[in-house]
């Protein structure tokens, strides 16, 4: 089995790691077979729990909605194998420290100005403003936006306040290519993890 994808999230209280890991795919001839769904392992970081364990689509970990996730785990049963995790790719908020804002999901996100690069036809730089925003409870959350100027996030802030700072969140949310689960595999997972 292959490791993969790491996830490190908080549902109220309570804070998770989740590490996939999907099998081989071993195949003769020209075509390989590719794994359809990997397995999940979650353990509580609050205390020494046992890991869970749900299977999700291929590659989904880190492309599941907060919601999803968060649905993930509380459907998730009792692993016979218990997975150590640490969690090594959350969002540290002393590198974010400044302002913050809450989603409609009351999860906290940070943002920063940065400056990013597009290569031109021949060869030059040519920098503009953005702004990076991270979600501090979910560390698959996440999305860079290109500004017009330097001045429109302080604009936008100071017209709108938390909400103009929502509305980006919530636009990288709908257009980060998040997933919820899909009915159809939330039913065939149940009845496999109840074999």
């Not at 150590?84 to 420290?97: C, G, M």
């Not at 809450?102 to 030059?124: C, F, H, M, Q």
């Not at 017009?148 to 990288?172: C, F, M, N, P, R």
């Amino acid at each position: 089995m292959a490791l993969h994808d790491l996830r490190v999230f908080r549902d109220g209280k309570n804070w998770w790691v989740a590490q996939s890991l999907t099998a081989a795919g071993a195949g003769w001839g020209e075509t390989v077979p590719m794994p359809t769904s990997e397995g999940v392992f979650f353990r509580k970081l609050s205390e020494d729990a046992s890991s869970l364990y749900y299977d999700i689509p291929a590659g989904w970990l880190n492309r599941l909605s907060h919601a999803a996730i968060v649905q993930a785990v509380r459907q998730a049963e009792p692993s016979r194998i218990q997975f150590p995790i640490t969690p090594a790719n959350a969002p540290s908020r002393d590198e974010w420290r400044g302002d913050l804002v809450k989603d409609d999901e009351g999860l906290e996100w940070a943002y920063r100005p940065l400056t990013l690069g597009t290569v031109l036809p021949d060869g030059s730089v040519e920098e503009s403003p953005a702004v990076e925003f991270v979600c501090l409870d979910d560390s698959a959350l996440k999305g860079t936006l290109r500004l017009s100027d330097a001045s429109v996030l302080e604009s936008l802030k100071a017209q709108h306040g938390d909400v103009g700072l929502q509305a980006i969140v919530a636009t990288i949310k709908k257009s980060g290519g998040y997933f919820d689960l899909p009915e159809d595999d939330e039913q065939r997972l149940r009845r496999r993890m109840s074999r």
